[in-house]
């Protein structure tokens, strides 16, 4: 059996305290959106009615 050890290790105290980086704690929230959901939106200018009725005259143009 090995000899009793009156000696304990000291605590390893960090430089930095705790609080240093928990006092402006920022949380963001992802959103999640499909492959489907992003093709909807880059293709809803197409079924606008302002967007529609501007190719009309510029059709119109291009014929005259």
Same mark, same amino acid.
């Given at each position: 059996?090995?000899?009793?050890?009156?000696?304990?290790?000291?605590?390893?105290?960090?430089?930095?305290?705790? !609080?240093?980086?928990?006092? %402006?704690?920022?949380?963001?929230?992802?959103?999640?959106?499909?492959?489907?959901? +992003? #093709? @909807?939106?880059? !293709?809803?200018?197409?079924? %606008?009615?302002?967007?529609?009725?501007?190719?009309?005259?510029?059709?119109?143009? +291009? #014929? @005259?």
């Amino acid at each position: 059996m090995s000899p009793f050890w009156p000696f304990k290790k000291k605590p390893r105290k960090s430089p930095l305290r705790k !609080n240093d980086y928990t006092e %402006n704690i920022v949380e963001y929230e992802r959103n999640i959106t499909s492959k489907k959901d +992003s #093709k @909807n939106k880059e !293709n809803s200018h197409l079924k %606008n009615k302002k967007f529609l009725d501007a190719l009309k005259v510029i059709d119109q143009e +291009s #014929k @005259n």
